[in-house]
């Protein structure tokens, strides 16, 4: 249980850090609305998602996934503050990504020093859930990161219609999740912590 609650918290901290990059380069790109929303903190409270931050990971543990990943609420942008729609909807999108993507690797950094014992596996499962989250939001699934940036690709007719996919994205993603469609993301997350551990 300890283990599980351990887990969990840095699934949390790291989905928080994901969010919190998205506002952050809004911001960047002109989009004032995640820090007048109280949406630039790290208190969790304010990027909790009922479905996706805990039915979710509890219905992954409950049918013993090899993945675990979570869904926040996500952060709210107004692309019609950007400087530029285009640069801002791609960088936005792949903000939260890249964000996982150096955890991740600060992670399995610090693992090198610490390679074993209890401190040292909590290191690897903050590594792993990192990378896992990054190539996870990467799918081109509405709502994840992967459809913003392929979204704003498209032409405009076949964006609308592609965005329309949004409403039913959680529910194919657990659907995908339970039939084994995800566990792609489980030896891709750990070969790229190993890469970064010997590099």
């Known amino acids: ?10 699934l949390f901290f790291s989905i928080i850090i994901h969010e919190i990059s998205h506002g952050y380069v809004a911001f960047k790109n002109g989009d004032p609305t995640a820090k007048y929303m109280g949406r ?32 926040a609420k996500p952060v709210p942008i107004n692309p019609y503050y950007f400087r530029n729609y285009k640069t801002g909807m791609i960088t936005v999108g792949l903000s939260g990504p890249l964000s996982n ?5 600060i992670f399995a950094f610090f693992y090198k020093f610490f390679p074993s014992g ?13 990378f896992i989250l990054a190539f996870f939001n990467l799918i081109p699934i509405p709502p994840l990161d992967g459809s ?7 032409p405009y007719n ?6 329309m996919f949004e409403r039913y994205g959680i529910f194919i993603i657990i659907f995908m999740a339970m039939i084994g ?7 891709l997350s750990f070969s790229l912590f190993r890469f970064f551990v010997n590099l």
């Open 1 to 10: 249980m300890i283990e599980i609650i351990i887990f969990i918290i840095i």
């Open 40 to 71: 630039l903190t790290l208190n969790p409270i304010s990027h909790i998602d009922p479905i996706g931050t805990f039915l979710l990971p509890f219905l992954l543990i409950i049918l013993r996934s090899p993945i675990l990943i979570g869904i």
């Open 101 to 105: 993507i150096v955890l991740g690797i």
């Open 118 to 130: 209890i401190f040292s596996e909590y290191l690897k499962v903050g590594s792993f859930i990192n």
């Open 148 to 154: 913003r940036v392929i979204s704003v690709l498209l």
């Open 158 to 163: 076949l964006r609308i219609k592609y965005e």
């Open 181 to 187: 469609l995800l566990n792609w993301l489980s030896p």
